[in-house]
């Protein structure tokens, strides 16, 4: 868990944030990652810089938020366990939820809320009909670095009320022509466990000033069922095979940048396995055998792209324009399931159907950013954002419609100034959303009464606020912030929309669609000495009109309720030795909300937006030259929520008991290539994954297991 700028740049922690932003605050440097160990001085922390928290290059300690920089490392590192991105998420960021597992990641909250993932910018998430199947959409090869914003933000579009992940891809860095080639393989030492990957990637710089520069890769990796700690077989809902396909290719022109990137990336669920229900009253999981599903096997389609033009100069600031579109492909496992059956077609309790989601998005975002504006040390931003996203669900095996098409359009422009004098940095911005949400006529499912729905056209204004401050004291190690941010995103449309089971309705008149305005508040100090370093913040978000899910039956409903979320996150960091380095997290999260519109914030947050307490201990030994060994261990603490609490008849109780997982990792740079063994829950430790333990609408279908002790050994040449 580092922070990190790009490649071969100096690194060192942001002096405020949260957890993870210093959790690691000291990588290794190339030469370090290599094996030996790194015993430079640090660079200033001006010189470490991010995107994602600004719409330009800001260094991390004028920053007033909690913002965590995974580095190029922590990913190679994490991959030779887990190529699990959500894996490498939980594990890294102070509020992210524990990773399922699985091809779906509802649950996978950050800070009990939705985050707003991106690609290089692109937006990946589907906020108006979100089925958390956002959570693949590239190879970790291609990733030069993943930024964080946790807490509610505005300032990269619609969806961040949670926070932001950003992940930014890779680019040549070295003028000439490079050619890396990868192979892993994993095994957990059974049969149907094993697992392989390969990939190939070209770089080539030119070495002329006004050069081109191109990257390429293509990969793919398959991954059998495997086995939980007991030696039974794991559920199917999870990844068997995956690819990748990504190309970047840019040129400069003087102070002018013209790139274009485009992605590829397919996931496949199981069609040769089927699930064997569980037992949750008897604690028994569920688990798969060989055999053929009456249905099509899940998989995620994701096609993202960008044309991006940036000039260093014009007018004297910093000018870039980015044209973005993403297409998104999700299908689902079928069965009889309840909601889809129909007279008209089937008798009732025989009809096989399965959902689809699809969103089509397209937009651009600007920005152009000039320093010194008028007065020294003041920086102007502005810039405009425009989105056009059409999401829609369907039933694949009968080609009806679940949810209809929502054409959703936003336009925002925005400004921030930002004032630097001395020790202190202040910030303030504005976003100004507009934005529609507009739906054809529709009939609903026969299960919610074949209703005829008018339809029309819902606008939304919200003024989006932000302000902050950082001060830093002096050369004395220690520094602090306070900001106060808002999120903006629209509610689950799509859930709303298919569950009207009111005769007369029309799209005009339901109240649940007005958007979901999240306000973060947040205070945090930290220090940093010689050889060690801590950060702490506390912040408390609400939202008065949250968006809250309800499942009945394994189908969810959206309730309009406030929403509050407290918490508290610590990181500490001690090299007592130059190889080695000692890391600690602590994130603790408390979310309420309302049975009901108008009634008090009685119920605690469920599974599906919020994660336990959660400590994760670190170590990393640079042990001999070009040797290296990583162990992290993650306590998720046990949890009981809303005892005794029901929805009409169905219970919220949810309870938790809590799990320990350690990995191991280890590197060799060797004469013929970096060779690397990673070990994935290294006492082979039975457990229950946090999600399917606690949601309280969870069945004896969805009662999975996490994985067994995994050996995966690894290969990685350049040339």
Not at 500 to 512: E, F, N, P, R
Request: proline letters at 5%; aromatic letters at 10%; glycine letters at 10%.
């Amino acid at each position: 868990m580092s922070r990190s700028l790009r490649a071969r740049r100096p690194r060192r922690a942001m002096p405020v944030c949260c957890l993870n932003a210093v959790l690691a605050a000291l990588p290794l440097s190339a030469a370090a990652a290599d094996g030996a160990p790194d015993t430079r001085a640090q660079a200033p922390a001006s010189e470490v810089v991010v995107v994602t928290a600004t719409r330009g290059s800001k260094a991390l300690d004028k920053i007033p938020g909690a913002v965590s920089v995974i580095s190029r490392s922590d990913i190679d590192t994490q991959g030779l366990v887990s190529e699990d991105p959500s894996a490498l998420l939980s594990l890294q960021v102070p509020g992210y939820a524990p990773a399922r597992q699985k091809l779906t990641n509802f649950g996978e909250g950050l800070r009990g809320r939705n985050a707003l993932l991106l690609l290089d910018g692109i937006p990946q998430t589907n906020p108006l009909r979100f089925g958390g199947r956002e959570g693949y959409f590239a190879d970790p090869m291609i990733v030069e670095r993943i930024e964080v914003v946790s807490g509610a933000s505005a300032v990269q579009g619609m969806g961040a009320t949670g926070g932001i992940v950003n992940t930014i891809t890779r680019r040549p860095t070295e003028v000439g022509t490079r050619q890396t080639v990868e192979l892993k393989y994993g095994t957990q030492a059974h049969a149907d466990t094993q697992s392989w990957k390969t990939g190939y990637m070209v770089e080539h710089k030119s070495a002329e000033v006004d050069g081109w520069d191109l990257l390429a890769y293509v990969g793919l990796r398959s991954q059998d069922v495997g086995i939980d700690g007991a030696g039974r077989y794991l559920a199917t809902e999870s990844l068997h095979r995956a690819g990748d396909a990504f190309v970047k290719i840019g040129r400069d022109f003087g102070d002018q940048r013209l790139q274009l990137m485009v992605n590829r990336f397919d996931a496949d669920g199981f069609d040769d396995w089927v699930d064997v229900p569980g037992d949750r009253d008897a604690g028994r999981p569920t688990t798969s055998r060989p055999g053929t599903p009456a249905w099509d096997a899940p998989r995620n389609r994701v096609r993202s792209a960008s044309l991006e033009w940036s000039h260093a100069d014009l007018g004297g600031g910093y000018a870039s324009a980015q044209l973005f579109k993403q297409d998104f492909e999700a299908l689902y496992s079928g069965g009889v399931i309840s909601t889809f059956q129909d007279a008209a077609i089937a008798p009732v309790g025989t009809l096989v159907d399965q959902s689809q989601i699809e969103a089509d998005k397209w937009g651009l975002r600007t920005s152009w950013v000039r320093p010194d504006a008028g007065i020294a040390g003041l920086e102007f931003t502005a810039g405009v954002d425009l989105l056009h996203d059409t999401s829609s669900q369907r039933l694949t095996q009968t080609g009806r419609t679940w949810v209809p098409p929502l054409r959703y359009e936003s336009l925002a422009p925005f400004t921030q100034l930002e004032y630097t004098r001395g020790n202190l940095t202040l910030r303030g911005g504005l976003r100004d959303e507009r934005n529609s949400l507009d739906v054809a006529d529709y009939r609903t499912l026969a299960f919610y009464g074949n209703r005829a729905v008018e339809g029309g056209k819902r606008d939304a204004h919200e003024l989006v606020k932000s302000l902050g401050g950082v001060w830093r004291f002096d050369d004395s190690g220690w520094s602090a912030f306070a900001s106060y941010n808002e999120g903006f995103g629209p509610p689950d449309a799509g859930l709303i929309l298919r569950a009207v089971k009111t005769a007369g309705q029309s799209v005009d008149k339901l109240v649940d669609l007005q958007p979901v305005v999240t306000r973060n508040r947040e205070v945090g100090v930290s220090w940093r000495g010689a050889t060690a370093n801590f950060s702490a913040s506390v912040y408390r978000s609400r939202s008065d009109l949250g968006s809250q899910i309800i499942v009945v039956n394994g189908i969810g409903s959206v309730q309009r309720v406030p929403i509050e979320v407290k918490g508290f996150e610590f990181a500490g960091q001690w090299r007592p030795l130059p190889a080695l380095r000692l890391d600690a997290t602590y994130a603790r999260t408390r979310g309420r909300t309302a049975a009901a519109a108008g009634e008090p914030l009685d119920l605690d947050l469920g599974a599906r937006s919020q994660g336990p307490d959660k400590l994760v201990l670190g170590g990393q030994w640079a042990f001999a030259p070009a040797w290296r060994a990583q162990l992290n261990v993650a306590r998720w603490f046990s949890r009981d929520a809303n005892e005794g609490k029901f929805s009409g008849s169905t219970s919220l109780e949810e309870h938790f008991e809590g799990y320990t997982v350690a990995d191991l990792a280890l590197r060799w740079a060797s004469p013929w290539g970096e060779l690397g063994a990673g070990i994935e829950n290294l006492f082979d430790r039975r457990y229950i994954t946090y999600y399917s333990q606690s949601h309280y609408a969870g069945t004896d279908d969805d009662y999975y297991a996490g994985r067994g002790r995994t050996l995966t050994m690894s290969w990685r040449r350049s040339f």
